[in-house]
């Protein structure tokens, strides 16, 4: 079974550069499969949270485990997503 991960990436990180956001930073989505690999799928880099979340919703694919999405939902720190902007 395939899941989906919303991530951060950090300016200057790899995964930043390899979407063209090396300077900025941004928000991604990996497919992962089932053996909890990454996949290089249908992958893609954004600039904010709801852009990266629009395209994660799309996909009709289950969230993993570690997704922002995931941590929103089982942490009652998290009230919204600008919350999870701000960290």
């Known amino acids: 079974m395939e899941t ?4 951060y990436a950090y300016p200057a990180s790899d995964t930043a550069c390899r979407y063209g ?7 991604f989505v990996h497919i992962f499969r089932g053996d909890r690999r990454y996949s290089g799928r249908r992958d893609q ?4 949270l709801d852009e990266a ?4 919703e799309t996909l009709p694919i289950a969230y993993d485990r570690n997704s922002l999405l995931w941590i929103a939902s ?3 720190a998290y009230c919204c997503r600008e919350c999870l ?3």
């Open 4 to 7: 989906k991960r919303v991530a």
């Open 21 to 27: 956001f090396g300077r900025t930073g941004c928000y």
């Open 45 to 48: 880099g954004f600039a904010t």
């Open 53 to 56: 979340i629009a395209y994660a």
């Open 74 to 76: 089982q942490q009652t």
């Open 85 to 87: 902007e701000d960290e």
